[in-house]
């Protein structure tokens, strides 16, 4: 479970007496709040418009009226967040490539460790794009739809249940690797379509 908790002002007694129950929160299989006044938290939506706006519109109020009636991410903000998230990607993919030596197996790897960043890339850009894809049948929808990627693909990149064989390694690295290329020139281009 996850939290965070707006306050007026957080000073070190404050965060000191947080500390003392920081076992007793782990031992509950509680995270660490996020300890925010609201000022900072909406001036950091700029900062951190992917995780902020995802607090956005996922949170619960637990107490009080919602905090955040009114605010937003700026959807030029939340682009520019996934166009680093895209090429960064990219460029995981392609230095994890290097540093396999090409080996299927440790291709695979690579496949596997990088298949929930993908899928995170790809639920960023269904926001950004005003949809919702909550598992991967909807990812694979909306990458075929919106971004020109194959929905198959994504559907084999996402799959991380056991490893592969050799073969399919390979069947899946070099079009995992084009699209993503494509998803991080076409992020670089992304228009508002509310502005066009």
């Not at 990219?90 to 291709?107: K, W």
């Not at 496949?111 to 993908?118: C, G, L, W």
């Not at 909807?138 to 929905?151: E, P």
Request: with cysteine; glycine share 6%; aromatic share 6%.
């Amino acid at each position: 479970l996850h939290a965070l908790a707006l306050v007026r002002a957080l000073s070190f007694a404050d965060l000191a007496a947080c500390a003392d129950k920081a076992t007793r929160w782990d031992r509950l299989g509680l995270a660490m709040p996020l300890l925010l006044s609201r000022e900072e938290f909406l001036s950091s939506l700029d900062a951190f418009p992917l995780e902020f706006g995802d607090i956005l519109a996922r949170h619960v109020t637990l107490a009080g009226t919602d905090p955040f009636q009114g605010a937003h991410v700026p959807s030029e903000d939340l682009r520019r967040a996934c166009e680093v998230q895209a090429k960064s990607h990219l460029i995981h993919l392609r230095e994890g490539f290097l540093e396999s030596g090409g080996q299927p197996t440790e291709v695979d790897r690579l496949i596997r460790e990088s298949a929930s960043a993908f899928a995170t890339l790809l639920t960023n850009l269904a926001r950004l794009d005003g949809e919702e894809a909550p598992d991967t049948a909807a990812l694979a929808r909306y990458a075929h739809d919106r971004l020109g990627v194959s929905g198959t693909l994504v559907e084999r990149v996402l799959r991380t249940d056991r490893p592969r064989a050799a073969d399919e390694v390979l069947q899946i690295y070099a079009p995992y690797h084009d699209a993503v290329s494509l998803i991080a020139v076409r992020v670089d281009r992304w228009k508002d379509p509310t502005k066009a």
